[in-house]
């Protein structure tokens, strides 16, 4: 059995990262001087701290995530032969997949948005994690795509009807 995953893209790594040191930096300046002027230590420092990061994070990752956009989709042939799947230029021997989980698409605060999650957990640590794509014409065709290979793996009771 064979098909083609159509699956989100990588270059989230890249946003993060960004984001993450203009964040590191600008909690430095905004939070040092604060301090230092009123004096504000111990518990307190590390609560305004915590906040200030917080609210940089939440204001400049989804302005980082428009200005340096990663792939939009990617595509990854997949074939099933015997106890092997190839996964484009992988190999995963199928006795060391330990479980296939499915889930729909939620944000960090539980709420809901188009598309699938699928990993694949082995026994050697190493996960394979599948987002399908969240918006677009291909949306369906990405779904249908992760729902293939699941079932082909014999794991289609884990694609829950609606969740």
Not at 5 to 18: A, F, S
Not at 103 to 130: C, H, M, S
Not at 138 to 146: E, H, N
Request: proline content about 4%; overall charge positive.
């Amino acid at each position: 059995m064979e098909g083609e995953l159509i699956v989100k893209g990588k270059g989230r790594g890249r946003q993060i990262v960004l984001t993450a040191l203009c964040t590191g930096i600008l909690t430095f300046l905004l939070v040092l001087p604060m301090m230092r002027g009123w004096k504000i230590t111990g518990l307190t420092a590390g609560l305004v701290t915590a906040a200030v990061t917080y609210i940089l994070w939440r204001m400049l990752y989804p302005l980082l995530s428009r200005l340096l956009p990663g792939e939009k989709e990617s595509r990854i042939p997949w074939t099933l032969e015997g106890e092997k799947l190839r996964l484009g230029a992988e190999t995963l021997d199928l006795n060391r997949l330990k479980k296939v989980h499915c889930w729909p698409n939620r944000d960090a605060l539980g709420n809901k948005n188009p598309g699938w999650i699928v990993n694949l957990e082995t026994t050697q640590g190493k996960n394979y994690l599948f987002r399908s794509l969240e918006e677009g014409e291909g949306l369906d065709q990405s779904i249908q795509s992760l729902k293939t290979l699941v079932e082909a793996l014999g794991y289609g009771s884990s694609w829950a009807q609606e969740a």
